[in-house]
């Protein structure tokens, strides 16, 4: 581990987003689903505003259903940390088009900021290997991006989830619609479905 | 320990099998239960499918929205005491107005000899209903081909989150043997 400064999450997303093309992205309630938006709406964008622990399974559904198609999802460790059964479920599956960001401030932004269990003990990177996924990474350098900017927007060998430290400053909120049964049809449209 | 199930003269496992199958059912969550054994079998037999196993029920009501906005049907096979689990996850179902067809056997109803079924068991249909889930109800092997019909028909066809229940009566009482 280095002892770099914490990156900064809206530009971490920026990074990420920035040459995406096919790529879906999912993104948990909360300063994720912020992040998301604040890198720019998109149709290919759906905004998670609860169903919290629900984030990656999500992504797995889509990721089986569409196999040549990029599936981002972006998360809090809030939200891994709820969700933590999906690492063993994907591994069971292995979609190579499934790539988990775990933006990790160590702290539940969104309710006061509370310390969350990887603040002091808990290594998401480690649980997704020890449940058998394939490729996992802690990014702690703004120089690693690039590279998992590219990753998420290809497919891979198998699913992988890279946790990605970030600072714990609370940014300005930048709140996407709320209205999931748009969400809903804007995505199914944008991949070629009836809206319902 | 050891299970009965009451097919009868009627096969209703491959009676699910094969309606799930005409309607073009591919992802098959599940969290095991005994009454879905057979079908679960079939399911990993069937090439076109995809079995998916869960480490809880309500991971099945996440990965059902996945599919669905991937253009891939689903249905979820759990037991009844799995439905608590999925509460809070089914508010993406009702917020997203996302279809849902899942298949949950009863415990807890009917010739229960472990008392800690009986409390979810007995509130199943209300968690559902709780989080307008429309309930559908089979309690003989006659009436299952038919009901789950009616289920994939409204959740593919009309976009509506159902769910059906497939009675202990139907399944039989699980037997313990010291």
Not at chain 2, 68 to 80: D, F, K, T
Not at chain 2, 159 to 175: D, E, F
Request: net charge negative; aromatic share 6%; hydrophobic share 45%.
């Amino acid at each position: 581990m280095t002892t770099s400064t914490p990156l900064d999450r809206r530009a971490v997303v920026a990074r990420l987003l920035q040459d995406r093309k096919n790529l879906v992205a999912i993104s948990s309630l909360g300063s994720a689903t912020y992040d998301l938006a604040a890198a720019g709406d998109h149709p290919r964008n759906f905004y998670l505003w609860g169903a919290m622990g629900g984030a990656a399974d999500i992504g797995l559904g889509l990721a089986i259903a569409q196999p040549n198609l990029p599936v981002l999802v972006l998360m809090g460790d809030g939200e891994a940390l709820m969700g933590m059964g999906a690492f063993a479920t994907i591994a069971q599956q292995m979609p190579k088009n499934l790539s988990i960001v775990i933006l990790d401030n160590g702290l539940y932004g969104e309710t006061g900021a509370q310390a969350s269990h990887t603040a002091n003990a808990t290594d998401l990177a480690a649980v997704a290997a020890a449940c058998g996924i394939p490729e996992t990474e802690v990014i702690e350098d703004e120089a690693s991006l690039a590279q998992i900017a590219q990753r998420i927007n290809a497919t891979g060998e198998g699913p992988a989830v890279f946790v990605i430290r970030i600072d714990g400053a609370e940014q300005p909120r930048c709140l996407p619609s709320r209205d999931g049964v748009m969400l809903k049809a804007r995505l199914r449209q944008e991949l070629g479905f009836e809206s319902m | 320990m050891q299970q009965e199930l009451n097919t009868g003269a009627l096969d209703w496992p491959k009676e699910i099998y094969d309606i799930l199958a005409s309607y073009n059912v591919v992802q098959v969550p599940y969290v095991p239960d005994g009454g879905h054994a057979e079908l679960i079998k079939r399911i990993h037999g069937d090439p076109k499918m995809r079995p998916v196993s869960l480490t809880t029920e309500e991971e099945g009501i996440a990965l059902a929205a996945g599919a669905w906005l991937g253009g891939q049907r689903s249905a979820l096979l759990m037991q009844s005491s799995g439905v608590g689990n999925c509460v809070n996850m089914m508010s993406l179902i009702k917020a997203c107005r996302f279809p849902l067809l899942t298949l949950v056997t009863m415990r807890g109803e009917w010739g229960e000899f472990n008392p800690w079924q009986v409390p979810m068991g007995s509130k199943t249909q209300q968690a559902f209903e709780m989080m307008d889930i429309h309930v559908l109800r089979a309690e003989t092997a006659e009436m299952v081909g038919d009901t789950v019909r009616a289920a994939a028909r409204m959740a593919f066809e009309g976009g509506t989150a159902v769910a059906v229940l497939l009675s202990q009566r139907l399944i039989g009482a699980k037997v313990f043997v010291k």
